[in-house]
């Protein structure tokens, strides 16, 4: 009988791309071996499901704010001048693109549990 405290052992199928990549971040990593590797992940590691349909909603939001700047910009070039209507525009459309920026990022994953 061996004198191991870990006795179960593991055998997992892999493809080439991901014993690519398990490779890649095993390089990394700096562990001695890829059993280290592994086990750091199990007990230290965390998996993510992101949904990106709010992010794409974002990106159709700040696409939107965009074409609005845009259009505040052609009219300030068109007449060489540059009124308190436009300013307060661009401070909204501004304030805008942060509020969704703040919002996106408060989505993300914090790497804490």
Same mark, same amino acid.
């Given at each position: 009988m061996s004198n191991r405290s870990?006795?179960?052992? +593991?055998h997992i199928f892999l493809s080439d791309k991901e014993a690519e990549i398990l490779d890649k971040k095993f390089q990394l990593s700096g562990?001695?071996?890829?059993?280290? #590797?592994?086990?750091? +992940? %199990? +007990?230290e590691g965390f998996i993510y499901?992101? =949904?990106f349909s709010e992010i794409q909603r974002n990106n159709y939001l700040l696409?939107? %704010?965009?074409?609005?700047l845009n259009q505040v910009a052609h009219r300030i070039n068109e007449t060489?001048?540059? #009124?308190?209507? =436009?300013? =307060?525009?661009?401070k909204k459309e501004m304030e805008k693109l942060w509020q969704l920026q703040r919002s996106? +990022?408060?989505?993300l994953p914090s790497g804490k549990q």
């Open positions: 870990r006795n179960v052992n +593991l562990k001695s071996s890829k059993s280290q #590797f592994i086990r750091q +992940l %199990i +007990l499901e992101i =949904d696409s939107n %704010i965009s074409n609005n060489r001048s540059i #009124f308190q209507s =436009d300013i =307060d525009q661009i996106t +990022l408060s989505m």
